[in-house]
């Protein structure tokens, strides 16, 4: 007695996800919740009275600019090493680290600004939630600089291409999010001065 078995439906494959790429996720979703937290807790703040006005440093709009530069410079590195464009890829990654730095210089000659117009981290709440907000910005822009710098490495060593995209697309993705969380932080302050 023979019997055929048929399988009625093809199991379905789980999604998955490489891990890092997940943790990479998990991250960025906490560091929303921390600004989301920042900018719910400005305008709480704000409402409540005692607020100093005062106009955003103008370097703050060069440093908008130059962050979204870096933004164009790491997709061209991406689609580069997609394309095994190897010597474009170092290019642009050099050139989104260098972005980078001077990000972050903008943002200290920013601050400095803040301070020749009086306006301190230590006094009225407008001027602490400024530095608070751009300030744990600014650490995880250095903190995407060190993986730029950390992808750079393998790009030198031509192990960047497009077999070996995980790491260059995971520092692409933190970095457009910096990038983006840039733009709605600008606008933001914009709004609520």
């Keep these: 007695m023979t019997t055929d078995f048929k399988i009625v439906e093809e199991p379905k494959k789980p999604i998955s996800m490489h ?13 929303v919740m921390i600004f989301a937290s920042l900018t719910s807790a400005y305008i709480v703040r704000q409402a409540e009275g005692n607020w100093l006005y005062f106009d955003l440093p103008a370097m703050f709009y060069t440093t908008s600019v130059v962050i979204i530069l870096s933004s164009v410079s ?11 464009q ?9 050139i989104t680290s260098i972005l980078g730095i001077a990000f972050c ?10 301070v020749a117009s009086s306006v301190y981290l230590v006094g009225n709440p ?5 530095y608070i907000i751009t300030g744990l910005h600014a650490a995880h822009l250095i ?9 750079l490495i ?3 060593r ?36």
Excluded at 19 to 31: D, E, Q, T
Excluded at 74 to 84: E, R
Excluded at 143 to 151: D, E, G, L, P
Excluded at 158 to 183: D, P, R
Aim: net charge positive.
């Design 74 to 84: 790491m997709q061209l590195a991406y689609w580069a090493a997609k394309k095994d």
């Design 19 to 31: 891990p890092k790429k997940f943790a990479l996720w998990l991250f960025i979703a906490s560091v």
């Design 126 to 130: 407008s001027g602490s939630f400024l």
């Design 105 to 114: 210089v903008g943002q200290v000659l920013g601050w400095g600004e803040l």
């Design 158 to 193: 031509n192990k960047v291409h497009s077999g070996s995209l995980a790491q260059i697309e995971m520092c692409t993705t933190y970095w457009h999010f910096l990038g983006g969380l840039w733009l709605y932080l600008f606008v933001f302050l914009i709004l609520n001065r």
């Design 143 to 151: 903190s995407a600089i060190i993986f730029v710098i950390i992808v």
């Design 154 to 156: 393998p790009t030198f």
């Design 86 to 94: 190897l010597s474009k890829v170092k290019n642009y990654i050099v």
